[in-house]
């Protein structure tokens, strides 16, 4: 008799915002949900919310840019599972305040390079074993943003746009590299989504920012790697 395996997904920054919708919507599906925060308390609580709604989710203890955090949330999360299905490296931050490159805060653009580049970097390469073994094909996706997008540079948030456009870099090299481990590394541009970093004004819901994410975690098809993503549509 064949039986299903239990799907698992982690995503980082999952207490809030675009990565608990996301969260939330791999739950529903049926997905073993491992809650990556950074706060404790904040973590706790998301995963919390989650099981009392009756879906399976584990809070997992991840500050993006501390290598031991990393390593610890590994040795965590293999004490649950023997495998991994989708990473979502959704974790991020913007400093930007009307900055322009030709006054580029250095010591920012490092701290913001070391969250949304140095973060998904070392996430992946920690959990890349356990994608290895998902019986279905790993599946990472990258949440990235339209700043990164090389058509469309503005002068906006110099250093977040830099980070995104390496993110973007980053996801093309996971995706050559992982080809022969069945995984595949897309990115995704959400929109501008109403959440503490897109603010009151966006004019997205955390749903429809998380729909492309979601789609790309579970329906898109298993050859689609290397690709930066918008609304389900492939961008440069
Ligand atoms: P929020 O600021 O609402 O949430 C960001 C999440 O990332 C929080 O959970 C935060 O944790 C977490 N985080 C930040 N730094 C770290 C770290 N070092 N380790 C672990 N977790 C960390 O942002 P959004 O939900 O809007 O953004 C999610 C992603 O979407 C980001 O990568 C962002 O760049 C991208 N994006 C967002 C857009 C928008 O319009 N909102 C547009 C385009 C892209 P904590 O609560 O502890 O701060």
């Not at 995503?11 to 809030?16: E, L």
């Not at 706060?39 to 500050?63: H, N, P, S, V, W």
């Not at 989504?193 to 579970?218: C, F, H, Q, S, Y």
């Amino acid at each position: 008799m064949k039986t299903e395996h239990q799907r698992t997904a982690l995503i980082t920054g999952a207490n809030k915002g675009i990565g608990k919708e996301i969260a939330r919507q791999l739950a529903q599906q049926g997905f073993a949900v491992f809650i990556g925060a950074r706060d404790m308390a904040k973590g706790r609580e998301t995963a919390e919310e989650f099981c009392q709604q009756g879906y399976e989710a584990t809070f997992i203890q991840l500050d993006v840019t501390d290598p031991v955090s990393i390593r610890t949330a590994c040795g965590t999360f293999s004490q649950k599972a023997d495998h991994l299905d989708v990473l979502i490296n959704n974790a991020g931050i913007l400093e930007d305040h009307g900055e322009t490159i030709l006054r580029l805060n250095v010591e920012m653009l490092e701290r913001t390079l070391k969250s949304n580049v140095m973060g998904p970097i070392l996430v992946t390469q920690d959990f890349a074993d356990f994608l290895a073994k998902s019986p279905s094909g790993g599946r990472v996706i990258n949440v990235s943003s339209g700043a990164g997008a090389l058509n469309d540079m503005t002068t906006y948030a110099p250093a977040y746009s830099i980070s995104k456009t390496a993110l973007n870099a980053v996801t093309r090299q996971f995706a050559g590299a992982f080809k022969a481990q069945n995984i595949v590394v897309n990115c995704v541009d959400p929109g501008w989504v109403r959440t503490d970093m897109g603010g009151p004004g966006a004019n997205r819901t955390v749903e429809k920012g998380a729909e492309t994410i979601v789609w790309l975690a579970t329906e898109a098809p298993n050859h689609e790697t290397g690709k930066f993503w918008h609304d389900k549509q492939e961008v440069d």
